[in-house]
């Protein structure tokens, strides 16, 4: 379950419905899947909202200002939900959030605008990863030093919050990763290529968009993606042994 961007068409939306569907039959039927998507809320609320004000803060700090002026430069969730993105949340079990709008004529004109583009979107991703590491460290202090919160009902709540944020956050950054529209990694890619490169890739938008929602309806993305998120996985629980092991 991943957050992406919003984008809407008929046909798209067709396939949203029933993805809603299937995946409200998913929780009717399979036991704690229900509450497992509970206790992935505040982890979604918190990737999300990161997620979006990182684009806000390096626009902002690169000289654009139309994130500021729109409200977007905040850590407040209301700010970067999208209606059907939050719908879909709580039906389906993703959704996205409501993309910053940027004006890259407007960078300082110490960096080119492709550049700009590129520094932008990966603040998006770069902050998840950062996040996961800060709810990991937070993770492995409990762990070391709060053994008998942990065995509370209270405490392996917070713990399944924790560990459901850490996941949430490495696997949207990683997605958001890959080299397709709209997702955060296609402006990192035209940032690299050479010119005539770059060129194809702007006028075939439209055919790499449909590679993307084949990828995201169907296992690719996961079989793509998932050797980085266990790599990424595996030094993050590296980090949290360390931590009670320093603790012990």
């Not at 991703?125 to 996961?132: E, F, K, R, S, T």
């Not at 296992?219 to 009670?244: C, H, Q, S, W, Y």
Request: proline share 6%; with cysteine; net charge positive.
């Amino acid at each position: 379950m991943f957050f992406i961007n919003s984008f809407s068409s008929p046909w798209m939306t067709i396939l949203l419905i029933w993805l809603i569907i299937s995946n409200i039959g998913h929780y009717l039927t399979t036991p704690g899947a229900f509450l497992g998507l509970i206790l992935s809320i505040p982890g979604f609320l918190i990737a999300i909202t990161f997620h979006e004000f990182a684009h806000a803060w390096a626009a902002d700090k690169l000289g654009d200002d139309t994130p500021r002026r729109q409200g977007r430069l905040t850590l407040n969730p209301l700010k970067h939900l999208d209606p059907i993105g939050s719908i879909l949340l709580l039906t389906a079990g993703f959704g996205w959030g409501r993309p910053v709008e940027i004006n890259s004529n407007n960078f300082n004109r110490t960096v080119s605008i492709k550049k700009g583009n590129a520094l932008v979107s990966l603040a998006g991703p770069a902050i998840n990863i950062i996040l996961a590491i800060v709810f990991s460290i937070i993770y492995g202090l409990l762990l070391a030093f709060g053994t008998n919160f942990m065995l509370t009902t209270t405490g392996s709540v917070i713990a399944d919050v924790i560990s459901c944020t850490i996941a949430i956050n490495v696997g949207l950054g990683i997605f958001n990763l890959i080299p397709l529209p709209p997702l955060d990694g296609s402006k990192i890619l035209l940032a690299l290529l050479p010119t005539r490169a770059r060129e194809w890739y702007m006028n075939n938008q439209s055919i790499l968009y449909i590679v993307f929602v084949i990828m995201w309806i169907t296992p690719l993305a996961n079989m793509i993606i998932t050797p980085a998120i266990g790599f990424v996985n595996e030094r993050l629980f590296d980090l949290i042994k360390m931590i009670v092991k320093l603790g012990a």
